[in-house]
């Protein structure tokens, strides 16, 4: 990305690119149900309404996934903080 210092991880990457896969998916079935020119039949409609329900879901997923690693992140932060804290102090009572 252009606003960040050095490449995103690929894990990051692919996830962008699944995202950015979506729109295009979505268009190009719409355009191609659309100039068939034809009213939608039930095998239509069923794909239609997979695709709206796998897509909210899948990004609900990867927003718990997301969610779930900053809380460990920010468990880990703290935990590790803690312990600096720690040192710290007994190495001020040490040094007195």
Same mark, same amino acid.
């Given at each position: 990305?252009?606003?960040?210092?050095?490449?995103?991880?690929?894990?990051?990457?692919?996830?962008?690119?699944?995202?950015?896969?979506?729109?295009?998916?979505?268009?190009?079935? $719409?355009?191609? +149900? =659309?100039?068939?020119? /034809?009213?939608?039949?039930?095998?239509?409609?069923? %794909?239609?309404? @997979?695709? &709206? !329900?796998?897509?909210?879901?899948?990004?609900?997923?990867?927003?718990?996934?997301?969610? $779930?690693?900053? +809380? =460990?992140?920010?468990? /880990?932060?703290?935990?590790?903080?803690?312990?600096? %804290?720690?040192? @710290?102090? &007994? !190495?001020?009572?040490?040094?007195?």
């Amino acid at each position: 990305m252009a606003t960040e210092p050095h490449a995103l991880p690929p894990r990051a990457q692919a996830v962008f690119a699944g995202l950015i896969a979506l729109g295009p998916a979505s268009a190009g079935f $719409a355009g191609w +149900v =659309l100039s068939r020119r /034809r009213p939608l039949f039930a095998k239509d409609r069923v %794909l239609s309404a @997979r695709i &709206a !329900l796998a897509v909210p879901a899948v990004t609900a997923v990867v927003g718990v996934i997301v969610t $779930a690693a900053a +809380v =460990l992140a920010l468990v /880990r932060a703290r935990h590790r903080r803690g312990e600096l %804290l720690r040192l @710290r102090d &007994a !190495l001020r009572q040490g040094a007195a």
